[in-house]
Structures are given as C-alpha cells and as structure tokens.
C-alpha cells in the first residue's frame, strides 16, 4: 500500500516531464546582422510613400504620408483639391473629391535637420491601387488563432519599428475573424475574438493603417468559416449554429456523427449575401478584401467585384488563389490583384518556383492598378501557418532574393511574420526606401528576365523617369561573378551611373560600350539602378552603333 503513493508520485512527475519535453521550444531568432546592406536612413526627412494615388469620384480618401527622419516632424501641403483637408500633424490627407481628373499636390516633411518636398499624383478616375498594396497579413503568422489583440499587436509593431515610415500601410486579417450573420443587413459579423470591427478600422485610419479583412464566396471558407453564400435564405450555417466547431480552428468535435467536414462546404450555395457583405464592410471602414476559393471563375469574381463598386467605398479587391491564366483579361477588369500561384512556403524552391517559372506570362494585363500577386513575404517569424511557429528557413541570401525579385515583379508585398518579434536583418530588409521605390514606380511595369540560363538571370525594369532597375539573380549553388553591359540593356546616349540599391550608394560610371561585373552569392540577388535613361530629345547626328553584348556568368572559385 505504500508504494502506490510513490507510484502515483512518479507517474505525476513522468507526466510533467513528458509535458515538458513535448512543448514548443523556445525559438532561436538567427543572428543575420552581418548580412545587414542598407545603412541606417538618415536624420534629415524623406517621403517614401506612393508618388500616385488612386480614387474615385466622391469616395473616401484616405492617404498617410509615410516618411523618415528624427521626430518631430511636421508636415504640409499645397495645392490640394476641392474637398481634401490636410493633417498637419499626422501627415494625413482626408476628404473626397467629386471631379474626375489628375490632381498635383505638392507634399512637405519638415524637421530640425531640414526639409524634403515631392509630388503626389491624385488620378481620380475608375481605377484604385495604381502601386502594388504594401502591407501585412494574419494567415502565415497566426492561421485562424488570428484575434484583435494579435492584430493589434502587429499594427503597433509595425508603427513602432518603422515600417509605416517606409509606406507598409494594409493591416489585413485573414481567415478567422468571421461569426455568424447578423446585423441591419444580415451580413456576417465578428466572432468572439474581434469586439469591434468599426472601432478596429478607425482605430487603425487613425495611426495611418489600412484595415483589410478575408472571405470567399463558398458556403464555408478554407478554414470553416461563414463565406458569401448559404444553402438557405436566413443566411444560417448549420455547423455554426450547432457548434460543431470552435472559433480559433474549425476543427471537427471528436466523435460527433454529424461532425463538419470542411470540404463538403467548399461549395457554392444557393443564396448570395455578396452585397450584404460588402455594404457591412463599407460600413466598418475596411480599405482591402482578400476573397479565396479554387478555382478563381469569372462570374463570382464579377458578382464580388459589382458588390464592392456599389458599397460607396474604395475597397482594393484582390482574389486568391491560383487565378486561371485563360481568364487573364476578366481578373484584370474585375480585381486590383489576383493571386498567380499556390500558396507560398519558406522555402528556395517555393520562392524560386513561383518567381521565376509562374510570373512571365502575366506580364500583359500587369499595371497600375492591376496586380498579379505572387503571394505572401516569408520573412522574418513565419507562424507555420497557426502551427509550429519558428523563423524562415530561407537563408539571408535567399531572403534578398525574395524581396529583390518581388519588387521587380511590382507583386503587392504583405509581410506574413509576426511584427511584435521583428529582428534587425528583417526590418532592414523591409526598410529600404530605394527598393521600395522600384516596387512603387508609377508606370507600373513589370520586370522581366532579360537574359537567363540555368545558373542565373538578370531581370530589367523600366522606370518612370527612364531609368532601369537591374536586378542580377545567382540561381546557382555557387558564386557568379555576372557582367553586364549597360548599352545591351538600350542605354545608348550617355554614360550610366550604376547605384547600389540594397546599399545605397553609387558604385560606378560606365561609359558606352564598357561593361561592370558583380559576384552574386549562392542563390542571391544584387539590385542596381542605371541613370539616366535615353534623352528624348531630337537627334541631329548619328551615335555609334555598338552590338549587344553577351555575356556568360563566372563561376567565381
């Protein structure tokens, strides 16, 4: 009798260390900083936001001037359009504007280290989203355990360690945030985990965010969630209404006959509340709509598409996932971004395959306010998808690849890590002003491979002001040395002052004919900008000819 005391003592213990051993590790945050390139930004202020803006006639503008400096900083502006009032303060352009047209505004950041002063673009017309979306987004950081609290704390994060500074604006929550129907318009409401939808989107306009939210057009979501359809007329769901499931997961109840199964309602129901939905968005104040179902069809693209455009506000569109290419000219009229691919993972041949092989051939209908999107940012804490938290397995090198390539892709960037535990390699990588103006270049083009083989590429952007983003990407197992000749790429006229954009700073002038080669490490990328571009002045006298020139990569020993 005595020893079952001691028995039942040592299971206890047993079970603690069991527990103990089967817990989540701590995870290790790598050490990247001697990978860091961009240098700290500098105490005299820069505006880094968008130069072109997007709304249309008598909807709400809501734009935040995103800029660097020490604070304080103050803000003006001139020039503004009948209905737009300016927030000094905040840097904040509110208001709506009636008249179609174009409307220069010119913007000014002011400290006491000094000033800097550029041009908006306000284009008031049928398009929104004239640059990609920057932002971020709940799914690869908390899956469906997404809550106000955690996105709260990501947009907090996001303010605080600078990245609103650099124009990331959109605070998207996916999957997990929907409860049952309800409402003046019968439209489905936040669930437990979301107290207010209102609050939540004034809350963030007013640190100058955007709020974005998730669903789709099937009875169920991905995850088990209330979509845009129903089976019935009251807009009910069985497996809600019975509890079937729980909030955070939508996992089946263990032994339970009628237990939902997902895939079952990954389906389309007889009832639509498309336009409910849409007016109750419009209502809270949400800027952006993730809507996920496969495949991507064109008839409830277009049914979400004319709900949005009848809510009264300007919602970015953007549908997921893996849009089929023989509808490419319907996604381009109907959304502001569609998703190209599956969904991304944290790995070089993910990030590889979908930037390289699945992007060329949406290059036609990509532009201003028409996005091919080639998913989610895998930096940083990635949250294994809800799951498994742990950091990107991408190594540093491959990292700048994913951002180099993206921004030359012009795809929408949405961060998928977990901001509140944000290391210094990943802010850096994010806070770079001058790759981020090539993502947000007002012509809108799209970068395409110039010359590639089976070791590396080298990808060339068009700007606005003529100049070209050069993007050389080493998708070897070894170090290239890559060569390249400015006058091959078109630029005839003059010599081209080649700038370091990951480092900020000019490397070399090459004059017409010569060339400057880069070694470009194991899978990584360097990104140039060549200036000027061509004069587009009249041509008196012919200009030597000389013959592009080819040349093949070194393998650097």
């Known amino acids: 009798m005595r020893l079952k005391p001691i028995f039942i003592a040592l299971s206890v213990l047993f079970c603690a260390a069991a527990t103990a051993q089967s817990s989540p590790a701590e995870v290790v945050i790598p050490d990247y900083s001697a990978h860091i390139r961009t240098p700290a930004p500098s105490a005299k202020p820069r505006i880094n936001s968008a130069k072109i803006f997007g709304v249309r006639p008598g909807a709400e503008l809501l734009y935040t001037v995103a800029a660097t400096g020490e604070r304080p900083m103050s803000f ?3 020039n503004l359009p009948l209905g ?3 927030d000094s303060r905040r840097g904040q352009l509110s208001g709506s504007i009636a008249q179609r047209g174009e409307y220069i505004v010119t913007l000014k950041a002011t400290n006491g280290k000094g000033s800097y002063s550029c041009n908006l673009k306000i284009v008031v017309g049928d398009d929104i989203a004239l640059t990609p979306p920057m932002g971020w987004n ?5 899956g469906p355990t997404v809550s106000q609290e955690k996105v709260l704390s990501s947009a907090n994060a996001l303010v605080e360690k600078g990245l609103r500074d650099y124009g990331w604006t959109y605070i998207n929550i996916d ?4 409860g049952k129907r309800g409402g003046k318009y019968n439209a489905v409401q936040p669930n437990g985990k979301f107290s207010d939808m209102k609050a939540l989107a004034d809350r963030l306009h007013d640190m100058g965010l955007k709020l974005g939210v998730y669903s789709g057009p099937w009875v169920s979501t991905y995850a088990g969630h209330a979509g845009t359809h129903s089976d019935n007329a009251e807009g009910t769901y069985p497996w809600i209404e019975e509890g079937w499931c729980n909030e955070d ?3 089946t109840v263990e032994g339970d006959p009628k237990r939902f199964i997902r895939r079952r309602h990954w389906r389309h129901g007889e009832y639509s509340w498309a336009e409910a939905d849409a007016r109750q968005w419009a209502e809270w104040g949400v800027d952006y709509l993730k809507y996920d179902w496969k495949p991507n069809d064109v008839y409830y693209t277009r049914e979400m598409s004319e709900a949005l455009r009848k809510c009264g506000r300007d919602i970015v569109y953007s549908i997921s996932n893996t849009a089929p290419f023989a509808d490419a000219y319907h996604f381009k009229e109907l959304t502001q971004c569609w998703r190209t691919t599956g969904d991304i993972r944290d790995t070089w041949q993910s990030i590889s395959s979908i930037g390289f092989e699945q992007q060329e051939r949406w290059a036609a209908f990509h532009g201003p306010g028409h996005w091919g999107d080639a998913d989610m940012l ?3 804490m990635v949250g294994g998808w809800g799951s498994n938290p742990h950091f990107s397995r991408l190594t540093p090198d491959e990292q700048y690849t994913h951002i180099t ?3 030359m892709l012009a795809s929408p960037m949405l961060i998928g890590c977990d901001l509140a535990k944000l290391d210094d390699f990943t802010r850096n990588l994010l806070c770079n002003y001058e790759v981020n103006d090539i993502l947000q270049d007002p012509l809108g083009m799209r970068g395409m491979p110039f010359t590639r083989d089976s070791q590396h590429a080298v990808y060339v952007k068009i700007l606005e002001n003529g100049d070209l983003a050069v993007a050389l990407f080493n998708t070897s197992d070894k170090t290239l040395e890559i ?7 078109g630029l005839w006229e003059s010599a081209a002052m080649v700038r370091d954009v990951w480092r900020q700073r000019v490397t070399t002038l090459v004059y017409p004919g010569d060339t400057f080669s880069v070694q470009v490490a194991p899978h990584g990328a360097e990104l140039f900008r060549l200036s000027p571009g061509n004069s587009q002045q009249r041509v008196m006298t012919p200009t030597h000819y000389f013959p592009r020139k080819i040349v093949s990569p070194r393998i650097v020993e």
């Open 483 to 489: 060569e390249v000749e400015p006058r091959s790429l």
């Open 84 to 86: 737009v009032a300016f």
């Open 405 to 407: 390539l993206w921004a």
């Open 175 to 178: 999957d997990g945030w929907q």
């Open 378 to 380: 895998v930096v940083g």
């Open 138 to 142: 709940s799914w690869n950081c908390w």
């Open 76 to 78: 003006s502006a001139e």
């Open 249 to 251: 997961t939508r996992m």
